[in-house]
């Protein structure tokens, strides 16, 4: 099986950066696809960003485009999310996700099959 572990998270100011990282162990990560989603208390999780298993393709939620930046390096099994002009509403636990890239559907929203614990992002205003 396949272990995801995160970091990074923390306390930034409105406007400021973090840059989260996913570490990855048992498996290679170059057979998945990657993604991160957050979640809030009392609320669903949501989808953040995804990258394709060679990093050609990214996707990202509308709320998070132009800010956010996902990334991966195979060869260190790391998946990266650089985070900018963070807003209070970006407040949530992010979590760090593989789904394989033999997956037939097209949205990036299903087909996940590793989870990571998740890291707590807290911007304040």
């Known amino acids: 099986q396949m272990q995801l572990t995160e970091s990074g998270g923390g306390l930034v100011q409105a406007g400021g950066s973090l840059r989260l990282s996913c570490a990855a162990s048992?498996?290679?990560?170059?057979?998945?696809?990657m993604s991160w989603f957050q979640q809030s208390p009392g609320k669903v999780r949501q989808f953040v960003a995804a990258?394709?298993?060679?990093?050609?393709?990214?996707f990202y939620a509308d709320s998070v485009k132009g800010r956010f930046t996902i990334s991966r390096d195979n060869a260190k099994k790391m998946v990266y999310l650089q985070m900018n002009s963070l807003k209070p509403e970006d407040t949530a636990v992010y979590y760090c996700?593989?789904?394989?890239?033999?997956?037939?559907?097209?949205?990036?929203?299903?087909?996940?099959?590793?989870w990571g614990q998740g890291t707590q992002v807290t911007v304040s205003s």
């Open positions: 048992g498996r290679t990560i170059g057979n998945y696809e």
């Open positions: 996700a593989a789904r394989p890239a033999s997956y037939s559907g097209s949205d990036w929203i299903y087909g996940y099959e590793y």
């Open positions: 990258i394709s298993w060679n990093g050609d393709t990214t």
